[in-house]
């Protein structure tokens, strides 16, 4: 065997070097050096980040069973990011005492799942395709049931384990039938050989409802609400974000390389999922309570506005598609960043406990209204510009009445995430969340993902070094 | 880098100066000094404007400059200005600058205020200077942040309910617009989003009428055309002085100004076909709009029903498709900007003083604050079209406009819209009346003071721009129909 071709993983392997010496440190290291595991691990997982951020040419690994285009270090670079963040807003969370012997686990954990994202989202192959979806799958779950004594974390756990477990069911149930109707499971070989007969459209429409699980659109949602809500306010962050992000981007690729010929088909079954996933989530989010349910329909409705960048299945779609999960990463994590701190301060994670925030936290209110600003699509912060490439794809491919609808739900979308401004804003409170002072970390996770949601948009080179190689594929 | 981005440039750095001050002092300063800097780089815009077209420049657009900015789709901060445009950014000059010199003693945080106004005019500028529909758009929708904020934080009364019905209309009439720019950029299957260049595309029929109902009435909410005008009163009497002054002095003309450029500019056959339905939903603001204020108690909502009738009549105006009552249009414009302006700012200072809006609890005001009060007629009596005074001139070249064209439904409505100027003479002849020289409701009223320095400074201002329209309307008609001449051909039939 060729050794030589490992080299050319160097995403994977950089970060397997990356598991596997903060797995030793976290087993051999004496009390003293244990105190500077997380610096550690952070740097090392930046160093990781920094030294495969440059695309190089597109090349294949084992056959083909792993695939290479430029496009991966992008939405890889992305993803990288986006965990960097989450481990920054984790850092007082894994100080605190019940956690602080665990959190060796905890970086395991989360890098292993993000292992498994690199290889779905570099798969040629279903297999490796499949063992990426696993490898992601599993260590999510222990990660949402790691509050193990609190009642909702467990269920959580449960929860996610037992549907990830049914999605992936039908996923290969669906592949055992493409399988069976043309003897292939590599993504190139298939795409030769399908011809849209009955067996490969309902093989593909089990395939498809398994991932519809994965980025949690409706009807396949049920799940999300409740293993947010009871999931670490970090991992929570993970999932919305990384997971959801990976799983949309391999939608795209599958759906476009592999099951192209039925692009008739499942542009239909799309238009269907992408009008109730928006609809449904912005009616359901406008009546939570917990900030954590809210943000769940939020990312919900979030993915239905990502998938109008799939059913245009072109260039332009899958560039405006990167481009939409690299703001709403920022948007969202922000967000986040501010639920987490107030969690650990405070523990309150009711929006009603939000009352007066400006009032008393400034600076933290300020970034979360900007980022609800940016997830609505209001201008001049980047999710305007997201927003209105997404909807440019698709409008250019003739779906006029779907952009319509998408655009006429972001009204609705506006009236909740304003409701949670106004909270903040328009009222003091009698019992307001006292002044908190951020820890340091958080405070750099935090200042990134502002200056993102502010300047991303406007400067139009990141876009434009997206598109560039938008669609090696 | 186009030396108009100074207009959007300027409240940028207000924002970033006012970041580091300290004490209401120096944020006085800087938005005082900022506001300034703005109305005289208008004027400056003005005197410019005006020697290069005597200079023989015939362009369409002066100033003009184009940088890409997302090439993929066609995406250009493009700007240019013509005579219309040039009038628009003098009036939203010397409106920002008034309204902030209005909250110079603003109560709570002076500083958040100031920020978030100067980039609420950063939008209003950039909009008026823009000649790319999509940049338009940009700086069309960046108003609805500190909008929603100044009004639901310093705003008074039902002020969640008013911010948010407000700023929910109005992201409705953005995704009318979006959705028709979207359609205008794909269907023309043009490269360009540069207005100047679109209007020489041609899209096919029944596109075209979709596209125009679409954008036509997306403008409208912004402008408040009945029946899409329900934000208005709540938002406007909900809001501060100041950006009461803004939101009908600049903010409903965007709507307009949108509706003229991009609706009707680069619609027109769709704009001809539809023409009837908003020409008779215009001609129902109008009446509704005076009928309305006549019922009304509180002088917000007296003066925001009275926009409304005023904004319709722009629309209506539109609708004609005559040069005349065009021209007539922005005349209204500008001159209902500044009226309106002053109404609230004078509204404002009364409040100020009584802590009421109702007119049933004042009376006898002259006697008490002379200044205020003489200022409150001068409104008043241009707001109904008093000759001398903006209104008159351009309601009468609306009417006379209106008349030339011979169209029956032109005809009926134009005389239904004019009874509007008598209902409009009641309501303005009662509220002066009660208001000033009523018989006075509370003795406590006796020891209030006149107008401050800042106060006399806002007023005398918006009433020496209402007179100087008033009295020298073909300076300003001309500048108007430098900017109509090239966009009228196409348009009358």
């Avoid at chain 2, 509204?347 to 604050?369: F, N």
Wanted: glycine share 8%; with cysteine.
């Amino acid at each position: 065997m060729n050794y030589s071709a490992f080299l050319q993983l160097h995403n994977e392997m950089t970060l397997l070097a990356v598991i596997v010496i903060l797995l030793v440190i976290d087993v051999f290291s004496s009390e003293k050096g244990y105190r500077f595991f997380q610096t550690l691990a952070l740097i090392l997982f930046s160093i990781h980040t920094l030294l495969n951020c440059v695309p190089g040419e597109p090349f294949e690994v084992a056959g083909g069973m792993y695939m290479y285009y430029p496009i991966h270090t992008y939405i890889k670079t992305i993803l990288n990011v986006g965990t960097l963040i989450v481990l920054l807003q984790a850092h007082r969370w894994l100080n605190t005492e019940e956690n602080i012997i665990r959190r060796g686990e905890f970086y395991f954990l989360t890098l292993s799942t993000l292992f498994g994202m690199y290889l779905m989202i570099s798969a040629g192959h279903f297999l490796m395709f499949f063992i990426g979806i696993e490898t992601a799958a599993l260590p999510m779950a222990t990660l949402v049931a790691f509050n193990k004594f609190n009642n909702k974390s467990a269920e959580a756990g449960a929860k996610y384990i037992l549907s990830s477990v049914f999605a992936s069911g039908l996923s290969l149930f669906g592949l055992s039938l493409v399988y069976g109707a043309t003897g292939s499971l590599y993504f190139d070989d298939i795409a030769k050989i399908m011809t849209a007969s009955q067996i490969e459209l309902i093989g593909f429409a089990f395939f498809a409802v398994g991932l519809f699980f994965k980025i949690s659109l409706v009807p396949f949602h049920l799940w999300t609400p409740d293993v947010y809500e009871g999931a670490p306010t970090s991992i929570t962050a993970y999932l919305s974000v990384i997971s959801k992000g990976t799983a949309v981007f391999v939608v795209f690729t599958i759906f476009v390389k592999v099951f192209g010929v039925m692009i008739a088909q499942w542009q239909i079954l799309l238009y269907i999922i992408i009008v109730l996933s928006i609809t449904v989530a912005n009616l359901f989010a406008i009546r939570q309570q917990n900030i954590k349910r809210f943000l769940a329909f939020s990312s919900i409705s979030q993915a239905g506005y990502i998938m109008l960048g799939v059913i245009s299945g072109t260039a332009l779609g899958m560039s405006s598609l990167v481009y939409y999960v690299l703001v709403y990463m920022f948007s969202n994590l922000a967000v986040f960043g501010v639920v987490t701190i107030i969690e650990n301060h405070a523990d309150k994670t009711s929006i009603r406990d939000y009352t007066g925030l400006y009032y008393t936290n400034p600076k933290l209110s300020i970034v979360m209204a900007l980022a609800l600003f940016s997830l609505a699509g209001i201008p001049p912060f980047s999710g305007f510009f997201s927003k209105y490439f997404i909807f440019s794809a698709a409008f250019k491919e003739g779906f006029y009445v779907l952009v319509f609808i998408a655009l006429a739900n972001t009204v609705v979308s506006l009236y909740f995430y304003l409701k949670v401004v106004k909270i903040m804003f328009f009222n003091q409170s009698e019992n307001p969340i006292e002044r908190i002072s951020t820890d340091i970390p958080s405070k750099i996770s935090l200042i990134i993902c502002t200056l993102a949601i502010v300047f991303v948009g406007l400067v139009s080179s990141i876009f434009e070094q997206i598109s560039v190689l938008g669609f090696g594929i | 880098m186009s030396p108009l981005l100074i207009f959007v440039l300027i409240p940028l750095l207000m924002m970033i100066a006012l970041f580091f001050t300290n004490n209401r002092k120096q944020v006085n300063l800087i938005s005082l000094s900022g506001s300034l800097l703005l109305l005289l780089s208008a004027i400056a815009l003005v005197v410019l404007f005006w020697r290069e077209r005597t200079a023989g420049n015939t362009a369409q657009m002066l100033f003009a400059a184009d940088t890409v900015w997302y090439r993929e789709f066609n995406i250009h901060i493009a700007t240019g200005v013509d005579g219309i445009s040039v009038l628009m950014v003098l009036l939203s000059a010397i409106i920002v600058f008034t309204a902030s010199l209005v909250s110079w003693r603003i109560e709570s945080m002076p500083k958040e205020f100031y920020t978030w106004f100067s980039f609420l005019a950063a939008g209003a500028f950039g909009f008026f200077i823009s000649i790319d529909l999509f940049t338009m758009f940009f700086f069309l929708e960046m108003s609805v942040v500190p909008k929603f904020l100044l009004i639901g934080v310093w705003g008074s009364g039902r002020k969640d309910y008013s911010a948010m019905k407000l700023v929910l209309m109005l992201m409705g009439g953005s995704v009318l617009v979006l959705t028709g720019i979207l359609g205008i950029y794909y269907l023309t299957g043009a490269e360009t989003l540069n207005i100047v260049e679109l209007a020489h595309k041609n899209i096919e029929q029944p596109a075209q009428s979709i596209l125009f109902a679409l954008l036509f009435t997306g403008f409208g909410i912004i402008g408040a055309l009945f029946p899409f005008h329900v934000w208005v009163p709540d938002g406007h009497s909900s809001a501060p002085t100041s950006v009461s002054m803004f939101l009908s002095g600049i903010s409903m003309k965007l709507g307009a100004y949108g509706a003229f450029r991009v609706a009707i500019c680069l619609l027109p056959e769709g704009a001809h076909q539809l023409a009837w339905i908003f020409l008779i939903l215009s001609g129902f603001s109008v009446v509704y709009g005076a009928f309305a204020a006549l019922g009304q108690s509180d002088l917000k909502y007296i003066n925001a029903y009275a926009s409304i009738s005023h904004c319709g009549l722009m629309f209506f105006a539109f609708l004609i498709f005559n040069e005349t009552a065009l021209t007539g249009a922005f005349l209204q414009m500008i001159s209902h900007g500044l009226i309106t302006a002053l109404f609230f700012a004078c509204i404002g200072m009364i409040y100020s003083r009584t802590h009421t809006r109702l007119v049933s609890e004042m009376g006898g005001l002259m006697k008490v604050m002379p200044f205020i009060g003489v200022g409150f007629i001068i409104a008043g009596l241009a707001s109904l079209g008093l000759p001398g005074f903006s209104g008159f001139v351009a309601e009468m070249t609306i009417f006379i406009g209106a008349f030339q064209n011979s169209g029956e439904l032109q005809r009926w409505f134009t005389i239904f819209a004019t009874a509007s100027i008598v209902i409009t003479a009641v309501y303005i002849l009662r509220v002066v009346g009660k208001v000033l020289y009523g018989k006075q409701e509370h003795q406590a009223y006796d020891s209030l003071a006149d107008a401050y320095w800042w106060e006399r400074v806002t007023m005398i201002t918006l009433i020496a721009a209402v007179v100087l329209v008033g009295t020298m309307p073909s300076w300003f008609s001309n500048m108007i129909q430098d900017g109509l001449a090239p966009l009228v051909a196409g348009l009358v039939k």
